[in-house]
C-alpha cells in the first residue's frame, strides 16, 4: 500500500493545543479554505446538517472563552470555530438533495426515469421524511417498535427516535470537525477541540435558534511548546484492535 505522508504528517503532527503563542497570528482566508475542506467530510445521507462559525473578533472570543470555563485553549487563541448542528434543517437540506438530483438525471416525467434514478429520489422524498419527522418524540418511538418489531425477522434500522436522529447529525459534525482539524495540521496551524463549555451561552452570544445544538468549540491558534501536555498517550493498538 502506498503511502501518503502528507495526511501521516498532519495526523502526527496534529495535537491538542492548550496554550497559543499571542505573538503569531494566523490567516483567516486559510482557516476558511481549511472549513471548506471540513465540507468534504462524510455526512450522513449527505444531509450536511451543520455550520461553522468562524470566530475572528476578539470581542467576542472573549465572550466565547468564558462562555468555555475560560479554558486557556479558548483565552489564548487566536480564532475559534464553532461547529453546530442544524437538525432543524432536515427540510431545507433534502430539499436541496433533491434539486441536485433532478439537475443531475434531468427534469424529466417521473416515468422517464430508472430505477436506480427513482430510488435515489424517493429516498429523500418519501425515507427521509420519514426517519425525521418527529412529534414530541412519540413519532420516533412509534417508528422505533415498529423497526424493533420487524427486526426479529430480518435486518431492520433502528435510529428513528428523535435522540437516535440527534447522534446521526452529531456523528456527521464530527467528522467534520477532524476533517477540519487535519486541514489545519497540514498548515502547521493547531487547534484544540473543547466540549467543555456553557453550550446555551454559546448560543446566546452567537443568536443561534432554539433547535441548533453546538457539537464543539475549536480553538486555532500557533502553539506555545508548553501548550503541548507531554508525550501523546494512547491505549496499546492491540487492546483496541480487533480483527474478524
Not at 477540519?180 to 443561534?208: H, V
Request: net charge positive.
Amino acid at each position: 500500500m502506498e503511502n501518503n505522508t502528507s495526511i501521516e504528517n498532519a495526523i502526527e503532527y496534529r495535537r491538542s493545543v492548550r496554550v497559543y503563542d499571542q505573538t503569531k497570528e494566523i490567516d483567516t482566508e486559510t482557516v476558511k479554505k481549511c472549513i471548506q475542506q471540513a465540507t468534504l467530510a462524510p455526512t450522513s445521507s449527505n444531509m450536511q446538517l451543520w455550520e461553522f462559525h468562524h470566530i475572528t473578533s476578539q470581542k467576542i472570543i472573549d465572550q466565547l472563552a468564558v462562555a468555555c470555563l475560560n479554558q486557556n485553549a479558548a483565552k489564548t487563541a487566536k480564532q475559534l470555530v464553532i461547529v453546530v448542528v442544524r437538525k432543524d434543517l432536515w427540510k431545507k437540506r433534502a430539499k436541496a438533495n433533491i434539486e441536485q438530483l433532478i439537475k443531475t438525471f434531468g427534469n424529466k416525467p417521473k416515468s422517464d426515469y430508472s430505477s436506480r434514478e427513482k430510488f435515489a429520489l424517493n429516498y429523500y422524498q418519501k425515507l427521509i421524511p420519514f426517519i425525521y419527522t418527529d412529534f414530541l418524540g412519540i413519532l420516533g418511538c412509534l417508528k422505533y417498535g415498529v423497526s424493533w418489531l420487524t427486526g426479529f425477522f430480518k435486518p431492520s434500522y433502528r435510529q428513528l427516535r428523535n435522540s437516535d436522529m440527534r447522534i446521526v447529525a452529531h456523528k456527521s459534525a464530527g467528522l467534520a470537525a477532524q476533517t477540519f482539524m487535519l486541514s489545519m495540521a497540514a498548515q502547521k496551524y493547531d487547534t484544540c477541540p473543547m466540549e467543555g463549555a456553557d453550550t446555551i451561552r454559546i448560543k446566546k452570544i452567537l443568536n443561534l435558534p432554539f433547535g441548533s445544538e453546538i457539537n464543539m468549540v475549536i480553538s486555532c491558534g500557533i502553539k506555545k511548546p508548553e501548550g503541548v501536555y507531554g508525550e501523546r498517550f494512547r491505549i496499546p493498538f492491540e487492546e483496541v484492535y480487533k480483527q474478524w
